[in-house]
């Protein structure tokens, strides 16, 4: 892979109209997953024919680009970014960056069904954290949630990702009804393991089969019961996403709570989202994008640059998530496994 950055003067910060500083780049390298989660997808998902996604040339090149402007952080994503084929190439590529000081931290989301087989090289490719999709404990209910799952692959491959050295941290999103129950029984698990737990609220993401005003779990509510059983102490850790967190003296670890419904957290917004396909989405909750792949396939590394800033000056200033009314259509129509959340 070619490094993209063009031979200009020293690089100009990503900055948006509102002037915040863009850092950070969370990078889907497939909207395709080998789970189906009922808030997440529809049973019959249609996904991108091969020929639109970016090769893993181009998604490298692309994020040669963004760190030679500033970005000093890189989340990769998908769907499920170990399914992609050429998913351990692309992270030493990146990783790379590291080992030079241009890039602070490469991590990665995850369901953890092939984490077992990518562990090892993830790390030594850079990578030192992971988040891991995890709704519930109940292999049954897993498997109710996810369509498909097998709870024993997931914490194989968690257990694997750990003894390789990744820091683990569990993202659970709080359904109402499905397994509001569990959230406690989950920081006990947590606890017990040392890994850090996110919660997060279900967003109006493309069209699935249930209404989502169903499963809708405001955290404050869940947060007000935590309190009756635990004690949540103020804590100022930051990982340079939206989570807000809380220290649980009974065990140990950190509880973050991601509230884009009840708490809009846009204020200090420092992210883009690159899809597969190369469109670049300044905000999750808006349609605004810029089509980076057909800038660098007939435009170079100049035109890329350029087509960045422009892209930059539509980042909006807040997302406009709601679930009011049943049946309401969703703030916007791709799905969650397309921009990665």
């Not at 017990?192 to 997060?200: K, S």
């Amino acid at each position: 892979m070619s490094n993209l950055r063009p031979d200009t003067a020293p690089p100009r910060p990503l900055t948006d109209s509102f002037g915040r500083r863009i850092t950070y780049l969370r990078l889907s390298v497939t909207d395709r997953c080998d789970l189906r989660c009922r808030y997440c997808m529809s049973e019959a998902m249609t996904f991108l024919p091969r020929k639109e996604v970016l090769t893993i040339e181009e998604m490298g090149a692309v994020a040669d680009a963004f760190i030679a402007r500033g970005v000093r952080k890189i989340r990769l994503t998908g769907g499920e970014p170990l399914v992609r084929r050429g998913i351990d190439e692309l992270a030493r590529h990146i990783g790379r960056h590291i080992e030079t000081g241009a890039l602070d931290e490469m991590t990665l989301t995850t369901n953890a069904t092939r984490l077992s087989q990518h562990a090892e090289t993830l790390f030594a490719a850079g990578v030192r954290r992971v988040n891991v999709s995890l709704d519930s404990l109940d292999p049954d209910n897993f498997r109710h949630i996810t369509r498909t799952g097998n709870l024993s692959e997931v914490l194989d491959g968690i257990a694997a990702g750990k003894a390789a050295g990744l820091s683990i941290k569990i993202n659970m999103v709080a359904l109402k009804g499905a397994n509001e129950d569990e959230i406690e029984p989950m920081i006990r698990w947590c606890g017990t393991h040392g890994f850090d737990l996110t919660l997060i609220e279900t967003m109006p993401l493309g069209v699935v089969d249930e209404d989502r005003t169903d499963r809708y779990l405001p955290l404050d509510v869940v947060r007000r019961r935590l309190e009756a059983r635990f004690t949540l102490d103020a804590d100022d850790h930051r990982t340079g996403g939206p989570a807000r967190y809380v220290s649980v003296r009974e065990t140990g670890t950190r509880l973050g709570l991601i509230t884009p419904l009840t708490n809009n957290f846009c204020e200090g917004c420092n992210r883009v989202r690159l899809t597969a396909s190369g469109r670049l989405y300044m905000c999750l909750g808006h349609d605004d994008k810029m089509d980076l792949k057909q800038v660098l396939r007939e435009g170079g590394p100049t035109a890329l640059d350029a087509a960045i800033d422009a892209a930059l000056l539509t980042k909006p200033l807040r997302h406009a998530f709601e679930i009011v009314d049943r049946n309401a259509a969703p703030a916007v129509g791709r799905h969650m496994s397309v921009t990665g959340g």
